[in-house]
């Protein structure tokens, strides 16, 4: 099965006063600081995927020149003001034809661990047939202590389901709509995000604890 991921990072940033994909976090090896958008960057590709698609709006130029420069591919999302049910849209416009499951992981949400990814790969491939296609598509919810967070890993099969909803209430409630599965995980993390300096302060703590666990 064909895993893609779309990573959203269109935001205005009004209410953090810096784009947040480009902020940077302490997860390399050392203490190295490497952005946000950076740091999904490698979560996914240490997983195995190749098609990752950002997906920027406003502060495009930057966000793409970031995004070009990882060797990652761009998408615009012409209408970033509408929310980032938008920029989830337009993604999946834009994803290859042979994606079969999509992770759809915004980059305010930049320090979930690995094994999470694994964790929705695994169910995904459980609920697959002999020839790789879902027998029982469901979209996967990483879920952590009985809460719902990101990345969703969305079923290419209801893709136009997404794309024809309304956009009321957001990709939470477009995918309410869908057969939904959660997966638990031990990571916290699916369930940090950064919206205000402060949320930014304390991700940056939690990186330095993230980073120790992958040196460990």
Do not use: W
């Not at 938008?86 to 042979?98: E, F, H, K, N």
């Not at 794309?163 to 959660?182: D, N, T």
């Amino acid at each position: 099965m064909k895993l893609c991921a779309i990573l959203p990072a269109a935001g205005h940033s009004s209410r953090m006063g810096e784009v947040k994909a480009l902020l940077p976090l302490p997860l390399l090896a050392g203490g190295g600081m490497c952005s946000a958008l950076e740091c999904l960057a490698r979560l996914y590709r240490a997983a195995g995927l190749r098609d990752i698609l950002v997906v920027s709006g406003f502060h495009a130029e930057a966000v793409e020149g970031v995004a070009r420069a990882l060797s990652l591919a761009v998408t615009r999302n012409t209408r970033p003001e509408q929310g980032m049910f938008s920029s989830v849209c337009a993604g999946l416009c834009a994803t290859t034809p042979d994606c079969e499951a999509i992770f759809i992981h915004p980059v305010d949400v930049p320090l979930v661990r690995p094994q999470t990814l694994h964790l929705l790969a695994d169910a995904a491939a459980k609920a697959s047939n002999a020839r790789g296609r879902l027998s029982c598509p469901a979209v996967l919810i990483p879920r952590h202590n009985g809460k719902e967070g990101h990345p969703p890993l969305l079923p290419a099969i209801f893709k136009d389901s997404v794309l024809s909803y309304s956009g009321e209430g957001g990709l939470r409630a477009a995918l309410a709509a869908l057969p939904l599965r959660p997966v638990d995980t031990p990571d916290s993390f699916v369930l940090e995000d950064m919206d205000t300096p402060n949320d930014y302060a304390r991700l940056q703590r939690l990186a330095v604890r993230r980073a120790s666990e992958q040196q460990g």
